[in-house]
């Protein structure tokens, strides 16, 4: 620990070993101390850096979302398929890391990613509105099935004979297949939606004036 005391902090380095330490022990376990203690410091030196300890639970989850798969614009990927992609990556990531990722819930995807995934919404021909309309639906579904999956879907945890009936079907599902069927409903009501717009005769995309009929 003294070798790694001497070497000089960073933000970066206070963030990533906060990261270590509750995919470690849990985000109950996390305190400034306890991650002086990580680093080899005091607990006074890391407020150099990080000026309170929301500002490092925020750090925390820049960190990784740093690690999102979310195609560059421009990206000859369909946009059906730069959505999937975007947010498999979301759900892998909170595999990789449920504790850090139940920080989620009470904060936003990172400025970037999320208009990048904006913009492969925006691809698709909807307009400004509904391509929020659909981002947001997209990150709330992909949030709630993340967290139910780390902390145990309701008719998995229940008792009760149902639930014993449910038991054996529930223990044989493909978490990624049950994930892309509600990941695939979405994104068949945005193509409804586009579709049924052009067959209107309908511009690719609407003006601000025109939020409520998308």
């Known amino acids: 620990m003294g070798e790694v005391g001497r070497r000089p902090l960073s933000r970066r380095r206070i ?3 906060a990261v270590e330490l509750v995919d470690r022990e849990g985000l ?3 305190s400034m101390r306890k991650l002086g203690r990580e680093l080899g410091v005091e607990a006074m030196s890391l407020y150099n850096h990080v000026p309170n300890k929301e500002a490092l639970l925020g750090g925390m989850v820049e960190v990784l979302i740093e690690g999102l798969e979310v195609p560059p614009g421009g990206s000859p990927t369909s946009w059906e398929d730069g959505v999937r992609g975007a947010f498999r990556s979301y759900l892998k990531l909170a595999r990789a890391h449920p504790e ?3 920080l989620f819930a009470t904060r936003p995807l990172g400025t970037g990613e999320a208009l990048r995934i904006f ?3 925006r691809s698709a021909g909807l307009g400004m509105v509904p391509a929020l309309h659909a981002f947001r639906t997209l990150s709330s579904y992909t949030i709630g099935y993340a967290l139910a999956e780390i902390r145990g879907f309701p008719l998995e945890l ?9 038991t054996p079907p529930l223990k044989d599902l493909d978490r990624d297949a049950q ?6 409903l979405i994104i068949s009501g ?3 939606k586009l579709d049924g717009r052009e067959e209107k005769g309908d511009p690719p995309r609407r003006s601000r004036r025109e ?3 998308e």
Do not use: C, K, S, T
């Open 179 to 184: 994930f892309d069927y509600g990941l695939d």
């Open 28 to 30: 109950g376990a996390l």
């Open 119 to 121: 913009e492969i919404l």
């Open 100 to 102: 850090v990722f139940q």
């Open 15 to 17: 963030l990533e070993a």
């Open 190 to 192: 945005l193509r409804q």
């Open 211 to 213: 939020p409520n009929q």
């Open 158 to 166: 229940e008792g009760g004979p149902r639930a014993l009936e449910l």
